[in-house]
């Protein structure tokens, strides 16, 4: 392959005219790199994209709705010959060329005063990667490259911000594949990890060395530590200078507590930011395959503690009121109340046939799914000896997800909030 030489620049395009000629799908890939970057854009094209015309409409982009005249590139500090058709391309780089404007070509690179890098942005540092020609090897090294930088696995943790408070991380339902890009980065990035038992273990083995980690495990009627403990441990920790991740399952602010660590932080003057996680009421069924939604079948759903029974005079719960309910229920911390939750939900109007799934460590490695009804529920769950965690999905999208095993109901015609 020739080779031809280039000399990288970062090209500052705020408030600077910008023309990118043609309206299809490779302009609709690079107009918006150059809103981010600030550029006046203006579109030269008969026809454009429903998504250019909706950046058009937006007050985005301006709109020539023409073909292109050489005068468009007066004024113009860069340009993008984007159309489909050669001789429209190379009229604009012979128009560019004359004014002294660098132009990029869409079809012929060897043609062009410039070439688009691949480029990716994370955490204040711009990374482009030109490859002489060979756009899909770029796309791939600068992929590796941000990656890298986005998990905290490329630069030095002591050249970035160590501004001292406390994040909390919501991990995901508990493969460490669930968790978020900014989750993972908040981890690779802390001084302090603050870890309970259903955070993705495997991402604890992946921080530096001279990380501390502060076990905080709550275990069903085991060893648990007290919330107020955890609030006193991560300000202190923070009030020391560091940055600390207060890392849990699933998201925060769904039965986690969240919110009490919040308030601890405020209190005593330490900044606090919220990372949200995958929560484990809707991901770990999707995982599954249930739906906690379908058309015609389920137009809502709720999602309810069950880690009090029926009847505790600390329950908020009215469960005769959710037995009136027409969505799903999902039931979380269930597992040991779940037979007489299933008897208030059939005593308060729901069938005894309702289809229930439980679905058993989640994204994990030994996930596994138990079908039952309301009635055989009790049954069940002892028969499979199922233990926590486990979260219970009650309705008739479990049977959607296993026509074979209950009879599917029927999602009539009716198209519902959900339709698309």
């Given at each position: ?277 995958l929560t484990s009421p809707v991901s770990v069924p999707a995982v599954a395959g249930i739906p906690v939604t379908h058309r015609g079948v389920a137009h809502e759903f709720t999602v309810i503690s069950g880690h009090l029974p029926p009847g505790h005079p600390e329950s908020l719960t009215a469960w005769s009121a959710v037995a009136g309910l027409r969505g799903t229920l999902v039931l979380m911390m269930a597992v040991q109340n779940a037979p007489a939750i299933a008897d208030a939900l059939v005593a308060g109007g729901r069938a005894a ?68």
């Amino acid at each position: 392959m020739d080779d031809f030489p280039t000399y990288p620049a970062g090209l500052r395009l705020a408030d600077r005219r910008v023309v990118v000629v043609g309206g299809g799908h490779v302009a609709q890939r690079r107009v918006p790199h150059l809103i981010a970057a600030g550029a006046d854009v203006h579109v030269v094209a008969p026809q454009v994209t429903p998504a250019i015309e909706g950046l058009v409409g937006s007050g985005e982009v301006t709109w020539h709705e023409r073909g292109f005249e050489d005068a468009d590139l007066d004024d113009t500090w860069y340009c993008i010959a984007a159309t489909d058709l050669p001789t429209v391309n190379e009229r604009v780089s012979r128009a560019a060329e004359a004014r002294r404007v660098f132009c990029v070509r869409a079809d012929d690179a060897t043609r062009a005063t410039a070439w688009t890098p691949a480029t990716g942005r994370h955490d204040g540092v711009t990374v482009a990667v030109l490859c002489n020609r060979e756009p899909q090897r770029s796309a791939r090294i600068r992929d590796e490259v941000v990656e890298q930088m986005r998990e905290g696995l490329l630069g030095s943790r002591r050249q970035r911000s160590r501004t001292p408070g406390v994040v909390l991380v919501g991990g995901g339902p508990g493969d460490p594949e669930l968790i978020s890009v900014a989750g993972r980065k908040a981890l690779m990035d802390a001084d302090v990890v603050v870890a309970d038992r259903l955070a993705p273990r495997e991402l604890l083995g992946d921080l530096p060395a001279d990380v501390e980690l502060v076990d905080v495990a709550k275990l069903p009627r085991g060893r648990s530590a007290q919330q107020e403990e955890i609030n006193r441990v991560i300000v202190e920790r923070a009030l020391a200078g560091k940055r600390v991740v207060r890392f849990k399952g699933g998201d925060n602010f769904v039965f986690g507590r969240g919110y009490e660590e919040v308030i601890a932080c405020r209190e005593a003057g330490v900044p606090v930011t919220v990372v949200p996680g995958l929560t484990s009421p809707v991901s770990v069924p999707a995982v599954a395959g249930i739906p906690v939604t379908h058309r015609g079948v389920a137009h809502e759903f709720t999602v309810i503690s069950g880690h009090l029974p029926p009847g505790h005079p600390e329950s908020l719960t009215a469960w005769s009121a959710v037995a009136g309910l027409r969505g799903t229920l999902v039931l979380m911390m269930a597992v040991q109340n779940a037979p007489a939750i299933a008897d208030a939900l059939v005593a308060g109007g729901r069938a005894a046939s309702t289809p229930v799934a439980v679905v058993c460590d989640g994204t994990m490695p030994g996930e596994r799914t138990v079908l039952a009804t309301l009635g055989t529920l009790a049954d069940r769950l002892q028969a499979e000896q199922v233990k926590p965690p486990a979260i219970i999905v009650v309705g008739d999208v479990v049977a959607v997800a296993h026509p074979g095993r209950f009879e599917a109901p029927d999602a009539g015609t009716d198209a519902g909030p959900d339709a698309v």
